[in-house]
């Protein structure tokens, strides 16, 4: 919630001519650029043409500003959601689809989507998952359990498949972590990991977007299962 007191606070600008959005749209940008390391209140207050105090009125530190920012991340990709018309398997996936590529679009803000969800744009993720669900033909006691577990998929996996390189080096792109963790892979005994010293060049060549719905449609492939059971030949 925005935090209020009795004046504005001392600085260039004032509080009440910054809005939370404008300031959190600008860190976006920001986070876009830089990454979250580059990130600071004094370069965002220069980008916005006023004092760190007006920011400060807003938004409490930069860990609430960078969880704020990412859950506006998320409210695009629900802009961008399906038509309500689709059947709940088609709905399920696109939105899945679009969570992934706008926080692919973002990877800093991958690994700031919490489970339980807390903020807003979050909540109506999970309530549209779960609307989509009670839509097919599971049965209501099972609706919570499907929703979170793919609630959990759709940000859990896309923070794993989108974060690792820039977590370990900011500088490293996905190419160069891919290729030096193949290395690594070659140079196990293939005798103790016969799988992955034979799909070092999947690895090398994979395309994360494809990774993620293969996994997404084994989930949705699931749930088509268990709501609609078809008899036995």
Known sequence: MPRTRGRAPD???????????????????LLDELGERGLTF???????????????????NKDELVALAADQ??????????RPEEDAGAGLR?????????????????????APPTLANALRLL??????????????????AVSTAISYYVTGVSTQIITPHTTADPATTRDAFLAQTAERWENLDPADYPFL????????????RDQFTTGL???LAGLNTTADPRPSA
Do not use: C, M
């Open 73 to 82: 991340v998320l409210g695009h990709a629900l802009a961008a959601d399906p």
């Open 94 to 114: 696109a939105l899945a689809i679009a969570v992934f590529d706008a926080l692919d679009r973002h990877p800093w803000a991958a690994s700031h989507v919490t």
């Open 11 to 29: 600085g260039k600008g004032r509080a009440d001519a910054l809005s939370r959005e404008t300031i959190v749209g600008a860190a976006v940008a």
């Open 127 to 144: 309530d549209r998952i779960g609307t989509l669900v009670a839509r097919t033909g599971l049965p209501a006691e099972r609706h919570f």
């Open 217 to 219: 449609d084994l989930l």
């Open 197 to 208: 010293t034979r799909t070092t060049a999947d690895l090398r060549d994979h395309n994360d």
């Open 42 to 60: 004094r370069l965002l207050a220069k980008q916005l043409n006023t004092g760190p105090g007006a920011l400060y009125w807003h938004v409490t």
